[in-house]
Structure formats: C-alpha cells, structure tokens
C-alpha cells in the first residue's frame, strides 16, 4: 500500500511540474525558460525538479513527447460521432485548433519544436505522428469517393499539417483576424474545394 502511495505521488509531482514547464515554455521559450523558476512556482527545490527531469533538455523532451498524446482524445471524439472521411478529418483540425487555444502544454511543444531548442530534432517526427493520423481518414474519403481521382493523400496529409502550422503562427502574429479554429474552418473551405470530388 506504501509503496502504491509514493508511486501515486510521484506521478502526481511530475504531472505538476510538467504543467507548469509547459506554461514557462509556451511563455518564454527553452532559452528563457529555467528550471529554478518552474521549481519557484511549485514551491519546490530545483533538487526536487531533477530528482523527476535530470536536464532542462530532458523536462522539454518529455513535454513534447506527451504532446503527441493530443490525437488520442481527438480520435476517440470523432469516432464517438461515427464521423469518417473528409467529415472527420474537419472535425479533427478544428478541434485541435480549439485544444491548441485551450491547453499550453500543446503550445509549448510547438513553441519548443520550431524555435531553437535541444527537441527541436522531434519536429519531423511529431509531424509524421500527425500526418499518419489524417491518412487514416484520408483514406476513408479516397474509399468513399469523396476526393478527386488521383489524389495524392499522403502528401495532402503532410499539406494540412503544414497549414495548421501556419495558420496557428499567423493567429499568433495577428490575433486580430480569429480564433485558429476559425481560421482552420476559412481554409478548409477554400483550400480543399479543388480537390473535393464532385458528382
């Protein structure tokens, strides 16, 4: 029962200061960023924080991995609505975007993936965790006639996420223009009228 306990403690710390690492993170980046300030914030000793992350590097790492987690919740939503094809994939990218609005532990990942930091390397691995999700549904809308003849779904699997991508850094730059899940629903019905079949 003791033994349960500080493991349930452990994972309780560590989830806590991975919270709070990821809203340094996405505020000011792995440069700015110091684990003495996330330790500071959870009233802890910087000992504490590298008894759990032994690196600054190591803390990054392991908050840009967990982000990979994201589609596992998007997933199961839309499968939950019976969406599949084209429908699906829509689903998907507009609720990642209202995640990505929601959560600073998703911002912080792509903020530490795109700037200068020691996880940097993870970028093309999270982006083909992505682009492998939408395949799936890609798929379905090939299968299920709704795309043009021909249409290569893999590279318009990579071309989506690049447009997240750069629509979340646009809505970053210019707020002004909308939510990034209103942006996402703008381009998604002007990007994919050209390759959307029609009967």
Same mark, same amino acid.
């Given at each position: 029962?003791?033994?349960? %306990?500080?493991?349930?403690?452990?994972?309780?710390?560590?989830?806590?200061?991975?919270?709070?690492? %990821?809203?340094?993170?996405? $505020?000011?980046?792995? #440069?700015?960023?110091?684990?003495?300030?996330?330790?500071?914030?959870?009233?802890?000793?910087?000992?504490?924080?590298?008894?759990?992350?032994?690196?600054?590097? $190591?803390?990054? *790492?392991?908050?840009?991995?967990?982000?990979?987690?994201?589609?596992?919740?998007?997933?199961?939503?839309? =499968?939950?609505?019976?969406?599949?094809?084209?429908?699906?994939?829509?689903?998907? $990218?507009? =609720?990642? *975007?209202?995640?990505?609005?929601?959560?600073?532990?998703?911002?912080?990942?792509?903020? &530490?993936?795109?700037?200068?930091?020691?996880?940097?390397?993870? $970028?093309?691995?999270? &982006?083909?965790?992505?682009?492998?999700?939408?395949?799936?549904? &890609? =798929?379905?809308?090939?299968?299920?006639?709704?795309?043009?003849?021909?249409?290569?779904?893999?590279?318009? #699997?990579?071309?989506?996420?690049?447009?997240f991508l750069g629509l979340q850094e646009i809505t970053q730059r210019?707020?002004?223009?909308? %939510?990034?899940?209103?942006?996402?629903?703008?381009?998604?019905?002007?990007?994919?009228?050209?390759?959307?079949?029609?009967?």
């Open positions: 029962m003791a033994t349960t %306990s500080r493991q349930e403690q452990k994972a309780t710390t560590r989830a806590a200061i991975l919270r709070i690492a %990821s809203d340094e993170f996405d $505020l000011h980046g792995y #440069a700015a960023t110091s684990v003495a300030r996330v330790a500071e914030n959870l009233q802890m000793t910087k000992g504490s924080v590298y008894f759990h992350f032994a690196s600054k590097a $190591l803390l990054a *790492a392991e908050v840009v991995r967990v982000s990979f987690d994201v589609w596992d919740p998007l997933v199961r939503s839309v =499968d939950d609505h019976a969406l599949s094809g084209l429908d699906a994939v829509r689903r998907l $990218l507009v =609720d990642l *975007a209202q995640r990505y609005t929601d959560d600073a532990s998703l911002r912080a990942a792509l903020r &530490l993936m795109r700037e200068e930091s020691p996880v940097r390397d993870r $970028l093309p691995e999270a &982006l083909g965790v992505w682009a492998g999700v939408l395949r799936r549904y &890609l =798929d379905q809308a090939v299968g299920a006639g709704q795309l043009r003849p021909g249409t290569d779904v893999d590279a318009l #699997a990579r071309h989506l996420v690049a447009l210019a707020p002004t223009d909308g %939510s990034l899940a209103e942006q996402v629903e703008d381009a998604w019905e002007t990007t994919l009228v050209g390759l959307v079949r029609t009967h």
